[in-house]
């Protein structure tokens, strides 16, 4: 889902201002983790590749494996379970919507109102937008932020915060299929996230 919906935002700003594709995250070069184990609950763990490997859940693996390449991937297990899934990833604009290596202020304004308007950006999802939609509140988060829950088609029920601080996108994914809302806060992660990005 998330790189669904980074290619969904990326493709639109692409065909509205003709500007390069994404490339490589900063994150993977950064020094400072997006996320920690002592940013988390007690009992989440780092999502391994043994974990990718073994689970059935595949869509859920899939989204995580992404967060994973581009940020940070973690999961709460109870009784051998996976019960939550935490994934965070930091992109830079320019690698969505930038030219030569830089930052679009068209882009970058586009993307402020996508994110501060949970209409726009319900239209811009269209058929992905999930059937059961709830707009979050974040408080707080980045200079441009939205937070949503809702059922995504492949990973199940999910809360997901995407905010833009400075020239960056983040974004977290709070994947809880068997629970109606995690037990994670997304306002506590998104939080945590926008301190170190």
């Known amino acids: 889902m998330l ?62 494996k992404v967060a994973k390449a581009q940020g ?54 269209g058929q992905e937008k999930p059937a059961d939609l709830e707009f979050l509140e974040l408080t707080d988060i980045g200079d441009s932020a939205v937070g949503f829950r809702g059922t995504v088609e492949a990973i199940g029920k999910a809360d997901i915060a995407l905010f833009r601080k400075d020239e960056t996108l983040n974004t977290v994914f709070i994947i809880h299929p068997d629970h109606p809302t995690p037990l994670t806060s997304l306002q506590d992660i998104a939080s945590k996230l926008d301190e170190r990005v």
């Open 72 to 125: 940070s991937a973690f999961v709460l297990q109870q009784d051998g379970e996976m019960i939550e899934r935490v994934c965070v990833t930091s992109s830079p604009l320019s690698s969505i919507f930038g030219e030569n290596g830089t930052t679009s202020p068209i882009g970058e304004a586009f993307l402020d109102a996508m994110l501060s308007s949970p209409d726009a950006l319900s239209q811009l999802l």
């Open 3 to 64: 790189k669904r919906l980074l290619l969904t935002v990326a493709i639109f700003l692409t065909c509205l201002l003709m500007v390069s594709p994404m490339s490589e995250s900063i994150a993977a070069n950064s020094r400072v983790p997006l996320l920690t184990l002592e940013d988390l609950p007690p009992g989440f763990i780092r999502y391994s590749d043994e974990m990718i490997q073994s689970s059935s859940s595949s869509g859920a693996i899939a989204n995580c």
